[in-house]
């Protein structure tokens, strides 16, 4: 049974950091591309950044420069470091495994609040 965990979400003030974790189980995790994604109320899911098998990165235009996405493949964990939070980063971050169409599995989200 493959299952994604995520972990430390929270709330924080406008310029502070978080730093969410999301541990994979019941999947070859090397072999998996790593997302974040994020669904603020009312939008769209949106991709925020991906590191490849590979562990090539790449980030969505608004948080470029702010975020960092890393993997540990002997923790079967990817991590999202969040600094200079916006109140616009206020969303449900997703972890997302991907391998192939029909290879792709979801966490079930942790909230992250920035009060500005």
């Known amino acids: 049974q493959v299952q994604l965990v995520e972990s430390g979400g929270g709330l924080v003030q406008s310029g502070g950091s978080l730093r969410l974790s999301c541990a994979a189980s019941g999947i070859i995790f090397s072999m998996y591309d790593m997302n974040w994604y994020r669904q603020a109320p009312g939008k769209q899911r949106e991709l925020v950044a991906t590191i490849s098998s590979g562990g090539r990165t790449n980030y969505a235009d608004s948080v470029k420069g702010r975020f960092t996405i890393s993997r540990d493949d002997a923790k079967n964990t990817v991590y999202l470091q969040m600094n200079s939070l916006k109140s616009e980063d206020t969303a449900v971050y997703y972890c997302?495994?991907?391998?192939?169409?029909?290879?792709?599995?979801w966490g079930q989200g942790t909230q992250v609040t920035v009060s500005s």
């Open positions: 997302n495994a991907w391998r192939v169409p029909g290879r792709e599995y």
